[in-house]
């Protein structure tokens, strides 16, 4: 359980909330920008009769990594949003502790305590 003193202030919460949405904003028009305008729909397709020659195939490859990467930050920071209104925001969701401020000042989208996270870095050899 998580008691009301470990809880992030409300006024800290709304920053955060702020923060996210700005972020979710630009992510957002970046992708627009692109040409993937409608973020919350995933889906990376590419009209089949597009010129195909390698180039183009590389410029391709490019872009949808780039997409993928804003689209993945994007579902990150909805994600953070969700557990803003559902009251779990900056509660670890590997230990169920506490996130530092620190920690969600330089990461707001984070969902794991330096603890987990670097056990977790660990695991997975980065
Ligand atoms: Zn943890």
């Known amino acids: 359980m998580i008691d009301e003193m470990s809880r992030l202030e409300n006024a800290e919460l709304d920053r955060y909330q702020a923060l996210l949405a700005e972020e979710r904003a630009s992510l957002a028009a970046k992708l627009e920008e692109m040409g993937y ?65 620190q920690r969600l000042e330089a990461l707001p989208t984070v969902k794991q305590c330096i603890n987990c996270a670097s056990l977790h870095i660990k695991k997975i050899g980065k």
Do not use: H, M
């Not at 391709?60 to 925001?89: D, F, H, M, P």
């Open 37 to 101: 305008g409608n973020a919350g729909d995933i889906g990376l397709e590419y009209d089949d009769n597009f010129a195909d020659s390698s180039q183009v195939t590389a410029e391709k490859s490019e872009t949808e990594t780039l997409v993928s990467q804003l689209r993945s930050a994007l579902l990150e920071v909805n994600e953070a949003l969700v557990r803003i209104e559902q009251g779990t925001y900056g509660i670890c969701q590997v230990c169920g502790g506490e996130i530092s401020p």
